[in-house]
């Protein structure tokens, strides 16, 4: 099974349409398994084929936490210009609870006024879901907390919350 992973990986970033959708479809059909592929999984969430894109992200909302040593790649993942990317990533890094830790400031920097939304919103529950290793991340959480959209706001109190203790 270790090679047919490598391998369905390597297709999922191929280029070749054909490799890459048998390969998304390979890993939605594995469940838990998949996770090694996460980083994978969440670049392929902003492909232009919008099969690759359904079929990762319904891996991705299936998976569980990634494994640790994809905190480096999924935090440079958060800088991506297609928001679908940042959104995963960030979700990922939360469900990584406090060994995301190493993410804090890029997920503080995805909090950004300039950030889509979406992003911005699931970059501030992630550092909620750090918790106090993420004290560094108060100040931009204090200034979401007074954002005019009512669900970053909520988000960015509950985290607040849950790293003040």
Known sequence: MVHNIARLRADLKSGDLCLQRAAAQ?????????????????????????TIREWCMSTLEELGPPDTSAVEELSQCLAHGNPDVGYWAATLLGRLESAAAPAVPALIV???????????????WALGQIGSAAVQALPA?????????????RLATEAIDRISG
């Open 110 to 124: 995805a909090t950004g006024d300039d950030k889509p939304l979406a992003v911005r919103q699931r970059a501030v």
């Open 26 to 50: 390979a890993f939605l059909a594995m469940g838990e398994q998949a996770r090694v592929a996460a980083v994978e999984l969440v670049r392929a969430a902003g492909d232009e084929d919008e």
């Open 141 to 153: 959480l204090q200034q979401a907390d007074g954002d005019a959209d009512p669900r970053l706001s």
